[in-house]
T-cell receptor
Framework: GAVVSQHPSRVICKSGTSVKIECRSL??????MFWYRQFPKQSLMLMAT?????????EQGVEKDKFLINHASLTLSTLTVTSAHPEDSSFYIC???????????FGQGTRLTVV | GDSVTQMEGPVTLSEEAFLTINCTYT??????LFWYVQYPGEGLQLLLK?????DKGSNKGFEATYRKETTSFHLEKGSVQVSDSAVYFC????????????FGQGTELSVKP
C-alpha cells in the first residue's frame, strides 16, 4: 500500500513559539505533497502544494511567511507554523502523491493547540 | 472554479437503515471522484473512488456511481452500522488545478443502536 505518516499527532505550544509538523511517505516517493487545514465542523481547506525541490505554491489568503513549507526530499515535507497564535489552533493534514495527477494518500493529521 | 457540494448534516439513522449522502460537483473536464471518511479523532481515509463516467466505486458495503449527466456521486449503503458513524467527504481531483483535491463540506453521520 501507500502509507503516509504525519508527526506529531498532537501538539500543544505556547503563543509566539514555532511548531514543525512532518509528513513522510513511508513506502513510495512523493513528488507532490499537499497541506490542508481543517477547522472544527468544517471541510478541509488546501493551504499549499509542494513539489520536491521547489518552492511551495500557496493558496490565496495563506501567509507563506507564517506557514513555512519545505519539501526537501521525495519522502519528507515539513510544515512549520511560525510565531503561533491561538487562532492557528486547528487540525492540519498532509497528503502525498507520486506525481501531480495521481491519487494522494493522507496522513493521520496533527491537532495543534496554541495556548 | 471546480467545486463539490454535499448534503448538509448531521444525518442520524438507526442501525440497519439505508443511507444516502448526496454529492454533486462542478468541474471542467473529467475529474476523478472520491469519498473519504474521517472517524472521530482520526485523519482521512479513502473510502471509494471512480475515475470515469458510469464507474461504480464500492468498499465496505458503501457504493457510489459517477453520473456525468447529473454531475453527481451520491454515497449509498444498504444497512448502516454504529461503526459507520463518522464524517464523510466527497471530493474531486481538479487536474486543471495541478491535481489538488477539492472537498465538499463534509456530512456527519451518526448511527444509533
Amino acid at each position: 500500500g501507500a502509507v503516509v505518516s504525519q508527526h506529531p499527532s498532537r501538539v500543544i505550544c505556547k503563543s509566539g513559539t514555532s511548531v514543525k509538523i512532518e509528513c513522510r511517505s513511508l513506502d513510495f516517493q512523493a513528488t507532490t505533497m499537499f497541506w490542508y487545514r481543517q477547522f472544527p465542523k468544517q471541510s478541509l481547506m488546501l493551504m499549499a502544494t509542494s513539489n520536491e525541490g521547489s518552492k511551495a505554491t500557496y493558496e490565496q489568503g495563506v501567509e507563506k511567511d507564517k506557514f513555512l513549507i519545505n519539501h526537501a526530499s521525495l519522502t519528507l515535507s515539513t510544515l512549520t507554523v511560525t510565531s503561533a497564535h491561538p487562532e492557528d489552533s486547528s487540525f492540519y493534514i498532509c497528503s502525498a502523491a507520486r506525481d501531480t495527477n495521481t491519487e494522494a494518500f493522507f496522513g493521520q493529521g496533527t491537532r495543534l493547540t496554541v495556548v | 472554479g471546480d467545486s463539490v457540494t454535499q448534503m448538509e448534516g448531521p444525518v442520524t439513522l438507526s442501525e440497519e437503515a439505508f443511507l444516502t449522502i448526496n454529492c454533486t460537483y462542478t468541474a471542467t473536464g473529467y475529474p476523478s471522484l472520491f469519498w473519504y471518511v474521517q472517524y472521530p479523532g482520526e485523519g482521512l481515509q479513502l473510502l471509494l473512488k471512480a475515475t470515469k463516467a458510469d464507474d461504480k466505486g464500492s468498499n465496505k458495503g458503501f457504493e457510489a456511481t459517477y453520473r456525468k449527466e447529473t454531475t453527481s456521486f451520491h454515497l449509498e449503503k444498504g444497512s448502516v452500522q454504529v461503526s459507520d458513524s463518522a464524517v464523510y467527504f466527497c471530493a474531486l481531483v481538479s487536474y486543471n488545478q495541478g491535481g489538488k483535491l477539492i472537498f465538499g463540506q463534509g456530512t456527519e453521520l451518526s448511527v444509533k443502536p
